[in-house]
């Protein structure tokens, strides 16, 4: 009877340790969850303050700031409001403006420092740190007072503590976050631990390290809230090297005897215990930081009550079988010959089954059920029986719903990971689009203005050149300076000069028609042979009526029954883009070679291409030669007439066609511009 007690009480024992197991591994996975929520916070600043000092011109609003020069040589910044950030220096800083400016642009990143601390409770203080011993922390602090107060020493250089040097690239090679041991805070917060991760520039080069605190007591607060109903239990936090990180106040004398290397060899598995002392070790890994969460628990008070209880019934239904057997057989001596057969058949059949009965339980069925019988004594028996067997069934069946109410919060546990994960994931995208979005719509809009600018600057400097050489001739005309006879000269410069006014005004309308598609073109389909015959008659060995102007040699490489394939083109404008091509081939190519043109079918396309060996365009403008009013020729006081409007209705005029313009050129070789135009496939 004895060890079918201690068998059940083990049975129980392993249950509730099961139990217990559960409850920790799934606090390990909440803290887990806590954890990771930190370190994304710490990436995304991570990733925004790549992205501010990497691109720095997408960031120029920025805001200066006023640094306090103290007794010791260090600089703070005085917070506004104890929800902003701040900044501040060690002693040995030098103030140059490369690093005020980049402590200013450190601004950009307190909105992200203020959501971080509003999500996360176990946060106290996020940071960017300078290689320059420079930094900006949010919430602000009173750096006076820690220094004062001897919390803060500003001849200690920040970047010589672990939350700075355990994210370089020297113990953290991959650049991720990274969790550093408890250590004593540089503030008054005492003992607090750090992730951290480092920020760096394209070409992999520190520019700082992001960090955010969170403090022991948070940890212990926060984290290990598990409260025991048990006296001598206790939960703790140790890091993967085995050194315990915090500690509930019940086991701050205890923890260190504990055989901590077993977990931490184990590498992350669930571990249970026996400490020998009718104690149990129970604990659960944290794959986020590697850490290990643990219990201690004492064994025999988990169990003692069911099993002194069972053990109990079940001795005390011993006893009063051993009595009522001991009165039978004192009866059956006296009657032994008279009622063998009656104590045959009335006692030995109860008793087989109670044996039958007990065996049962030891093999662990516990639904036995004893029958009534005639006998009064082994009724009673069977009575105490059958309430030990429901008291044990009905353990094992709490033990059971127990074990399906677990599995269920796992359920809704890893449900509820899932949603959180797709919603930060989701609200993650919305941001990064939202940033993405804005930061093009900024540089459009600053690309705008800066060609709206430029426009007007040389349009007001194409205007204002001949309307100052006009106004002049009329003046000397009209005050008798020119003499009778030069008149007619004047008169004919004047008139030149209008012409190229109109022209520019005629440009600058029509590329302003084009460009925002309020000029409709009249397509028409027209044989390839056609159009380019079009091209040799206008062009062909012809000698211009402009000064200086070369010779155009037109080569038509398309023939046969090419010549009668279609292309849609509206003519006119078509013969305007190539018209101004060979225009510009004439003004900067070389006045003693001619100047050729090449057509040709290639891929389905009909193919222009212009070319003069002039002095060619260096490769840092051809990106921008299609722009209005770009000439390589900065100082706009070029002697070749122009107005830098010629290419951009050519881009406009060919893009309207579904066609592609490009340039190729080398110095002192020449220049290539080729019209690229598709042909009707239907």
Same mark, same amino acid.
């Given at each position: 009877?004895?060890?079918?007690?201690?068998?059940?009480?083990?049975?129980?024992?392993?249950?509730?340790?099961?139990?217990?197991?559960?409850?920790?591994?799934?606090?390990?996975?909440?803290?887990?969850?806590?954890?990771?929520?930190?370190?994304?916070?710490?990436?995304?600043?991570?990733?925004?303050?790549?992205?501010?000092?990497?691109?720095?011109?997408?960031?120029?609003?920025?805001?200066?700031?006023?640094?306090?020069?103290?007794?010791?040589?260090?600089?703070?910044?005085?917070?506004?409001?104890?929800?902003?950030?701040?900044?501040?220096?060690?002693?040995?800083?030098?103030?140059?403006?490369?690093?005020?400016?980049?402590?200013?642009?450190?601004?950009?990143?307190?909105?992200?420092?203020?959501?971080?601390?509003?999500?996360?409770?176990?946060?106290?203080?996020?940071?960017?740190?300078?290689?320059?011993? !420079?930094?900006?922390?949010?919430?602000?602090?009173?750096?006076? +007072?820690?220094?004062?107060?001897?919390?803060?020493?500003?001849?200690?250089?920040?970047?010589?503590?672990?939350?700075?040097?355990?994210?370089?690239?020297?113990?953290?090679?991959?650049?991720?976050?990274?969790?550093?041991?408890?250590?004593?805070?540089?503030?008054?917060?005492?003992?607090?631990?750090?992730? &951290?991760?480092?920020?760096?520039?394209?070409?992999?080069?520190?520019?700082?390290?992001?960090?955010?605190? $969170?403090?022991?007591?948070?940890?212990?607060?926060?984290?290990?809230? =598990?409260?025991?109903?048990?006296?001598?239990?206790?939960?703790?936090?140790?890091?993967?090297?085995?050194?315990?990180?915090?500690?509930?106040?019940?086991?701050?004398?205890?923890?260190?005897?504990?055989?901590?290397?077993?977990?931490?060899?184990?590498?992350?598995?669930?571990?249970?215990?026996?400490?020998?002392?009718?104690?149990?070790?129970?604990?659960?890994?944290?794959?986020?930081?590697?850490?290990?969460?643990?219990?201690?628990?004492?064994?025999?008070?988990?169990?003692?009550?069911?099993? *002194?209880?069972?053990?109990?019934?079940?001795?005390?239904?011993?006893?009063?079988?051993?009595?009522?057997?001991?009165?039978? &057989?004192?009866?059956?001596?006296?009657?032994?010959?008279?009622? =063998?057969?009656?104590?045959?058949?009335?006692?030995? %059949?109860?008793?087989?089954?109670?044996? !039958?009965?007990?065996?049962?339980?030891?093999?662990?069925?516990?639904?036995?059920?004893?029958?009534?019988?005639?006998?009064?004594?082994?009724?009673?028996?069977?009575?105490?029986?059958?309430?030990?067997?429901?008291?044990?069934?009905?353990?094992?069946?709490?033990?059971?719903?127990?074990?399906?109410?677990?599995?269920?919060?796992?359920? +809704?546990?890893?449900?509820?990971?899932?949603?959180?994960?797709?919603?930060?994931?989701?609200?993650?995208?919305?941001?990064?689009?939202?940033?993405?979005?804005?930061?093009?719509?900024?540089?459009?809009?600053?690309?705008?203005?800066?060609?709206? $600018?430029?426009?007007?600057?040389?349009?007001?400097?194409?205007?204002?050149?001949?309307?100052?050489?006009?106004?002049?001739?009329?003046?000397?005309?009209?005050?008798?300076?020119?003499?009778? *006879?030069?008149?007619?000269?004047?008169?004919?410069?004047?008139?030149?000069?209008?012409?190229?006014?109109? %022209?520019?005004?005629?440009?600058?309308?029509?590329?302003?028609?084009?460009?925002?598609?309020?000029?409709?073109?009249?397509?028409?389909?027209?044989?390839?042979?056609?159009?380019?015959?079009?091209?040799?008659?206008?062009?062909?060995?012809?000698?211009?009526?402009?000064?200086?102007?070369?010779?155009?040699?037109?080569?038509?490489?398309?023939?046969?029954?090419?010549? *009668?394939?279609?292309?849609?083109?509206?003519?006119?404008?078509?013969?305007?883009?190539?018209?101004?091509?060979?225009?510009?081939?004439?003004?900067?190519?070389?006045?003693?070679?001619?100047?050729?043109?090449?057509?040709?079918?290639? *891929?389905?396309?009909?193919?222009?291409?212009?070319?003069?060996?002039?002095?060619?365009?260096?490769?840092?403008?051809?990106?921008?030669?299609? +722009?209005?009013?770009?000439?390589?020729?900065?100082?706009?006081?070029?002697?070749?007439?122009?107005?830098?409007?010629?290419?951009?209705?050519?881009?406009?005029?060919?893009?309207?066609?579904?066609?592609?313009?490009?340039?190729?050129?080398?110095?002192?070789?020449?220049?290539?511009?080729?019209?690229?135009?598709?042909?009707?496939?239907?």
């Amino acid at each position: 009877m004895s060890l079918t007690a201690q068998q059940t009480g083990d049975m129980i024992a392993k249950h509730v340790i099961a139990l217990y197991q559960s409850n920790l591994t799934s606090q390990a996975n909440v803290m887990n969850l806590e954890f990771v929520s930190i370190q994304k916070d710490v990436l995304t600043v991570k990733r925004f303050a790549e992205e501010i000092y990497t691109s720095p011109e997408r960031y120029s609003q920025l805001t200066p700031i006023q640094l306090k020069k103290e007794g010791l040589g260090y600089y703070w910044e005085k917070p506004l409001s104890p929800e902003t950030s701040n900044v501040g220096t060690n002693s040995s800083v030098q103030l140059t403006p490369d690093l005020l400016d980049r402590l200013a642009r450190s601004k950009y990143l307190e909105p992200l420092f203020r959501q971080s601390l509003l999500a996360n409770q176990n946060l106290v203080a996020m940071y960017y740190i300078l290689p320059d011993n !420079a930094w900006r922390i949010y919430p602000a602090i009173n750096l006076k +007072e820690e220094v004062d107060k001897k919390y803060f020493l500003p001849s200690i250089p920040i970047t010589s503590y672990p939350f700075y040097t355990k994210a370089l690239p020297t113990d953290n090679p991959r650049g991720d976050t990274i969790w550093t041991d408890p250590y004593h805070d540089v503030t008054h917060r005492d003992w607090m631990v750090t992730v &951290s991760a480092p920020v760096f520039s394209k070409d992999h080069k520190v520019l700082g390290v992001v960090g955010a605190d $969170v403090t022991i007591e948070n940890l212990v607060n926060n984290v290990l809230n =598990t409260r025991f109903h048990l006296s001598n239990a206790y939960a703790f936090l140790m890091n993967k090297d085995g050194r315990i990180i915090a500690v509930q106040k019940e086991g701050a004398k205890d923890v260190n005897n504990l055989p901590l290397s077993q977990i931490v060899n184990d590498k992350g598995k669930e571990k249970v215990t026996d400490l020998g002392d009718h104690r149990v070790l129970l604990s659960a890994f944290i794959p986020a930081t590697q850490w290990y969460l643990g219990y201690v628990i004492p064994r025999n008070e988990m169990i003692s009550p069911i099993y *002194d209880q069972t053990n109990q019934d079940i001795l005390e239904s011993g006893k009063r079988i051993i009595n009522q057997l001991t009165v039978m &057989s004192f009866f059956l001596v006296l009657l032994c010959v008279a009622i =063998t057969f009656v104590v045959w058949n009335r006692l030995m %059949r109860p008793m087989r089954k109670l044996i !039958a009965a007990f065996s049962e339980v030891s093999a662990g069925r516990l639904n036995i059920e004893m029958p009534e019988n005639e006998i009064v004594e082994f009724n009673k028996v069977s009575q105490s029986f059958n309430r030990m067997s429901q008291q044990i069934n009905h353990l094992v069946q709490v033990l059971d719903q127990r074990l399906q109410e677990k599995e269920i919060l796992q359920q +809704e546990l890893l449900s509820l990971n899932r949603q959180l994960e797709f919603l930060v994931n989701k609200r993650t995208e919305e941001l990064s689009k939202a940033n993405e979005t804005l930061l093009l719509k900024n540089r459009q809009l600053e690309e705008m203005e800066n060609s709206r $600018v430029l426009m007007l600057a040389n349009i007001s400097h194409d205007l204002k050149t001949p309307l100052t050489l006009i106004s002049g001739y009329i003046d000397a005309i009209c005050d008798g300076v020119i003499e009778k *006879d030069q008149v007619s000269d004047y008169l004919e410069k004047i008139r030149h000069r209008v012409k190229s006014l109109n %022209r520019l005004v005629r440009d600058l309308y029509e590329l302003s028609l084009l460009e925002t598609k309020n000029k409709a073109l009249h397509y028409q389909n027209i044989k390839i042979g056609c159009f380019l015959d079009q091209v040799k008659e206008k062009w062909h060995v012809t000698h211009g009526d402009l000064l200086h102007a070369q010779a155009v040699c037109v080569f038509d490489h398309v023939s046969g029954a090419e010549r *009668d394939a279609d292309i849609s083109l509206d003519v006119e404008y078509m013969h305007r883009a190539i018209d101004n091509l060979i225009e510009n081939a004439k003004k900067y190519g070389d006045k003693d070679k001619p100047i050729l043109v090449n057509m040709y079918l290639k *891929d389905r396309f009909l193919h222009l291409a212009v070319c003069d060996e002039g002095p060619g365009i260096d490769e840092e403008h051809l990106p921008y030669i299609f +722009e209005r009013s770009y000439r390589a020729d900065k100082s706009r006081n070029s002697k070749i007439p122009g107005n830098g409007l010629g290419l951009a209705i050519v881009k406009e005029i060919v893009e309207a066609h579904q066609g592609k313009v490009w340039v190729e050129s080398k110095i002192n070789k020449g220049t290539i511009f080729t019209i690229r135009l598709p042909i009707n496939t239907s």
